[in-house]
């Protein structure tokens, strides 16, 4: 057990040190939602990067919920959290988590990131499912183990991570339950907001 938690930290430390954001990025705020809202990382009709629209700050106003980061407006929409730029509306986080998941609700999130998203730039230990977007769009896994091999870091832009206490697949038993999790946002954007996991 304490040997599969320490490979699963190693394997996040190693994504993060690979796909590290855009750190010599020079383009200003906007800049950066503009380009992380060309990707159309949306989830719930959600677009990160993009404005609410005026539906969506009804809901916001309607469904507030206490914001951890400085400068932003937390609020629930059904499952779903979002995070917005309070000034300007604009999205930086979607995230949605389960606490008492079973392994068939962690299939049928992961099944629908898969339909939205695509096939995923890293799959690990059937528990860690992570999508990677460069300016240009989406990070191959071929993409990433070239650089991984060649020690070189790619410039990422957004990520969709999905993470989850119990196996996605293969054999579970019935009653097992865990926490799943998934989140989309920009660690570039974060970073304007001084988000210490960014």
């Known amino acids: 057990m304490q040997k599969t938690a320490t490979i699963k930290i190693l394997l996040i430390i190693l994504i993060i040190s690979l796909i590290s954001p855009l750190a010599g990025y020079a383009s200003d705020l906007a800049s950066l ?9 949306k989830r719930g009709g959600y677009i990160l990067g993009a404005t609410l629209t005026e539906g969506q ?7 507030p919920i206490k914001a951890e980061i400085k400068d932003t407006l937390k609020f629930q929409d059904k499952n779903l959290f979002i ?12 995230y949605e988590q389960f606490e008492e998941a079973t392994q068939k609700i962690a299939q049928n999130i992961v099944g629908d990131l898969y339909m939205e998203f695509d096939e995923p730039t890293v799959l690990a230990h059937d528990k860690i499912v992570y999508w990677a977007y460069e300016k240009t769009g989406k990070v191959s896994t071929s993409r990433f183990d070239k650089a991984k091999d060649d ?12 993470t989850s ?33 960014s």
Do not use: C, H, W
Request: net charge positive; glycine share 4%.
């Open 57 to 63: 700050i009804r809901i916001a106003k309607a469904n």
């Open 165 to 197: 206490d119990i196996k996605i697949m293969g054999e579970q038993e019935s009653s097992s339950k865990g926490y799943i999790y998934y989140i989309i946002s920009s660690d570039p954007i974060l970073k304007y907001f001084g988000n210490p996991n």
């Open 151 to 162: 020690k070189k870091k790619l410039e990422i832009l957004a990520t969709v991570k999905f």
């Open 33 to 41: 939602y503009k380009d992380v809202e060309q990707l159309n990382l």
């Open 83 to 94: 995070v917005v730029q309070e000034s300007t509306n604009r999205v930086i986080v979607i």
